[in-house]
């Protein structure tokens, strides 16, 4: 059995954000010994570095609610784990397509700039007037 510690320094999961889990029931609640730490085991370790791999992926907590949910149950059709990792993929290259935009308007508010005084700077002036870049805000 592994203490919170130890858990956090194997998953790479900081304590606070484990406890988090707990709240909010991704992570079921620890038993505690006699003087009240909390312990963990093998099912916790998977269990969280599942949590922890599907974050770096960026799935929203309710997404990796219902994966884990899914992953106990072996024997069903994977078609609903499918079509929760293709809504993901989905908001990923919608967020692409946004930060795409958002170096092309930057890179042509950068490329405007004269490099002379700040009362003439093109980037000052498109910030403080959106009008002026010629693009439109996605």
């Known amino acids: 059995m ?3 510690g130890e858990l956090s320094r ?3 999961v900081k304590v ?3 406890r988090y889990y707990e709240q909010i029931g991704l992570m079921p609640l620890a038993p505690r010994t006699e003087g009240k730490q909390r312990r963990y085991g093998a099912d916790e370790v998977s269990r969280l570095n599942f949590i922890r791999h599907a ?3 960026g799935f929203e907590v309710e997404a990796i609610r219902e ?3 899914l992953s106990e149950k072996p024997d ?3 078609a609903e ?3 929760i990792a293709r809504r993901h993929m989905a908001e990923v290259e919608r967020r692409i397509e946004q930060l795409t935009a958002l170096r092309a ?8 700039c004269s490099h002379g005084r700040v009362g003439e700077c093109r980037v000052i002036q498109v910030l403080a007037d959106h009008s002026q870049c010629g693009h439109e805000h996605r």
């Open 67 to 69: 994966l884990l949910e």
């Open 81 to 83: 784990a499918d079509r």
């Open 2 to 4: 592994l203490s919170i």
């Open 55 to 57: 974050r770096e992926l």
């Open 10 to 12: 194997r998953t790479g």
């Open 16 to 18: 606070p954000t484990i």
């Open 105 to 112: 308007e930057l890179r042509h508010m950068v490329e405007e």
């Open 76 to 78: 069903q059709s994977c």
